[in-house]
């Protein structure tokens, strides 16, 4: 909260000229005042019955008495005194301690008309003097009345209580009291008895209105003189905390882009995508059937994160924190370890409880609360409105969630077309990575199919992708392309179990060649075994033959030479 | 003018003829002089000797406005009889202070 802007001290130096104000403790009103009402000056809130604008004025002088140490007084002309303390006591605010420690003050005036009559000149100087006391006994910095109109309904002369209201305001001024006026809306004007030309300085209109039976509570600073403000409406609800107003505009194309890559959550996905995963800061959308695990998908992711000991925020608005948890448990996702470690925030409400403006307040709200690193919106088709309503809101939640560095994964139903027009092609143009998941009914059952639409500064697999969710989470399978596409479910199986038989036949006729191969070699070798021991015989025969020759001729010789001696002459 | 005021009581008060008042001023203005100065005529002539007025400035007493639940100044309060009747304004007009007091169709009937 901007609070340094306005220095409580500064309407005593001369120095800064600029206008001192007091912080209203109202988170985000005090941004959209650029640091609070006027210091010391009244300001007028004003709104129809039921906007919140006792309780603004309550948290004015709570506030002020907690974060400011300046005490107040509340002149109630409607409610009791007790019946406040109950109605503040809802939105955890101590009052009856802080009137107890007399810091807060509240007067209750209450004026019953049938037992006053007027005759003759009269002023309220009583009014004045009670709240002069009132002041001064708890030495109140800050006075809220409401609804001091209802005085219009007490007097007959309003000539008087106009003058005197003048001098009233002027009064409050003189004391340098800041003051909370609050009016009824009337019609063609600002407040019912037209206050409004009194107090000059500050109006913050409050509305409710009603579209399509969801309420939607806005906020306008009307005028703030000598102060610029912000000028839209802003929304605003009033919850268990109190009252928050919301100024959430389009940030600007301005955030920073990280190089950091988060884990899908799902190994086959991450393989999928060059970088292995998603950029940090990534608006994911995770489209798809109904049925097709865009939850688990989610979950998948909550699941790597929380791991990794980061805070992960879960927007629900289909399942209930707890059906969530068992339903992830049956996936084999244990996100209620990480819930009950705080690494895990649920937050679930029907679509249909608030408005968008309300929803995105409340996200802003739990976002700058929990500071997740990664946030999951299930799903942003829940949103009904009028299109370009949605589209603004998500813009501004992408552009909340950017400024940040969250990672996001938004889920969305899609029809049964997977690209239909309309709503998600401009969800589109805000979201970085788009996973597409469908649904593909072939021979008789329905199986599902993955792929990467889109995943910006990345490159993706292009291939279509079946999954199965397991009871160990999601499985991306390999894919099988035939000749009208992926292949999946038992078209796989089937796929699968040709393509082993025809490896068994191929493995056992590259065995049969082998065998065959071997046995003409053994064969071959035989037969060389065989010539070869037939070469050796002609070989013995032929170094017999020439022995048996060789002897033969000696022995001739031997015959001749016996003969030649018998016959005596020598040769 | 009175500086203790005290709670009136019905009891000590006694008959139902009496008429217990409270006038509420803030200083001694111009306008709370007329008031007084009215009531004390008003009642002097259509009361006499059943009355009480107590004065109460609110300057010197502001704590006391809440209890009877003033804002306009002057303002008469009257206690007794009941019920409780308020009359604001400086009471120039004695025909709507008694008829504010429930003094004058009395006067008539008796």
Redesign the interface.
């Given at each position: 909260m901007n609070t340094s802007f306005a220095p409580e001290t500064s309407n005593s130096s001369p120095s800064n000229p600029q206008l001192a104000k007091a912080a209203t403790g109202i988170e985000g009103l005090d941004d959209i005042l650029l640091g609070g009402i006027p210091q010391g000056r009244p300001t007028l809130v004003c709104g129809a019955a039921g906007c919140g604008k006792t309780l603004f004025g309550m948290t004015f002088l709570v506030k002020g008495v907690l974060d400011h140490g300046e005490h107040g007084v509340f002149m109630s002309f409607e409610e009791r005194a007790s019946d406040l303390v109950q109605n503040v006591d809802s939105l955890g605010f101590d009052l009856q301690t802080l009137v107890n420690e007399q810091k807060i003050a509240i007067d209750h005036i209450y004026v019953d008309r049938s037992e006053i009559e007027e005759t003759g000149d009269y002023d309220l100087e009583g009014l004045f003097l009670r709240l002069g006391y009132a002041i001064d006994s708890i030495g109140a910095k800050r006075v809220v009345l409401d609804t001091i109109e209802a005085l219009f309904s007490s007097f007959k002369d309003t000539a008087i209580l106009r003058s005197e209201l003048r001098r009233l305001f002027y009064w409050l001024k003189e004391r340098g009291v800041t003051t909370i006026i609050t009016g009824e809306r009337g019609d063609g004007q600002l407040t019912r008895y037209g206050i409004e030309e009194y107090v000059s300085d500050c109006v913050i209109l409050l509305d409710n209105r009603v579209v399509e039976q969801i309420t939607t509570r806005r906020l306008r600073v009307v005028k703030y003189r000598g102060s610029a403000h912000g000028t839209n409406e802003y929304p605003f609800f009033i919850d268990e905390n109190g009252f928050t107003v919301l100024p959430i505009t389009a940030a600007g194309l301005n955030h920073a882009a990280s190089q950091d890559i988060v884990a899908t959550g799902i190994r086959g996905l991450d393989s999928m995508m060059s970088r292995g995963g998603y950029f940090k800061g990534a608006s994911v959308l995770v489209s798809g059937l109904a049925g097709t695990g865009k939850t688990t998908f989610a979950a998948s992711f909550v699941d790597a994160c929380c791991a990794r000991g980061e805070r992960c925020l879960y927007f629900s608005f289909e399942e209930s924190a707890n059906q969530l948890l068992r339903n992830m448990q049956s996936v084999g996702i244990d996100l209620g370890s990480y819930r009950d470690r705080g690494l895990l925030k649920i937050e679930s409400a029907r679509p249909s409880l608030y408005g968008l403006e309300v929803h995105l307040a409340r996200m802003h709200r739990e976002i700058q609360t929990f500071e997740p690193h990664a946030v999951i919106i299930d799903p942003i088709s829940a949103f009904r409105g009028p299109e370009s309503e949605v589209h603004a809101t998500l813009l501004r939640l992408v552009d909340l969630l950017k400024s940040r560095g969250i990672t996001a994964i938004f889920c969305s139903l899609a029809d049964v077309a997977v690209r239909s027009p309309g709503l998600e092609r401009e969800i589109s143009s805000l979201m970085d990575t788009w996973i597409s998941l469908t649904n593909i009914e072939a021979d008789g059952e329905h199986n599902r199919l993955l792929f990467v639409l889109k995943s910006r500064g990345m490159g993706h697999s292009n291939q279509v992708r079946e999954y199965q969710i397991c009871s160990d989470g999601i499985h991306l399978l390999q894919p099988y392309i035939g000749p009208n596409g992926v292949l999946t479910g038992t078209a796989r199986i089937r796929q699968e179990a040709l393509e082993t038989r025809a490896e068994e036949a191929r493995s056992e006729t590259i065995e049969r060649r082998k065998r065959e191969v071997l046995k003409k070699r053994s064969d071959l070798e035989r037969q060389i075994a065989a010539m070869q021991a037939e070469l050796e015989t002609q070989a013995l025969d032929e170094a017999f033959l020439a022995s048996d020759d060789a002897n033969q001729a000696s022995a001739e010789d031997r015959t001749r030479k016996t003969l030649a001696s018998v016959r005596g002459f020598n040769e | 003018m009175s500086t203790e005021p005290r709670a009136i009581d019905p009891e000590q008060t006694g008959d139902s003829g009496h008429y217990a008042l409270r006038l509420?001023v803030?200083g001694q203005t111009p306008?709370s002089m007329?008031?007084l100065s009215?009531l004390k005529k008003i009642c002097e002539t259509y009361l006499a000797g059943i009355y009480t007025i107590e004065v109460i400035d609110?300057?010197e007493h502001?704590?006391l406005?809440?209890g009877d639940?003033?804002?306009?100044?002057?303002?008469l309060v009257r206690h007794l009889p009941t019920?409780?009747?308020?009359?604001?304004?400086?009471?120039?007009?004695t025909e709507?202070?008694l008829?504010?007091l429930d003094i004058r169709p009395r006067q008539i009937r008796a």
């Open positions: - | 509420y803030a306008k007329i008031a009215n609110l300057r502001p704590q406005a809440a639940q003033i804002l306009a100044l002057p303002t019920p409780l009747v308020k009359i604001i304004g400086d009471l120039s007009n709507k202070v008829v504010g």
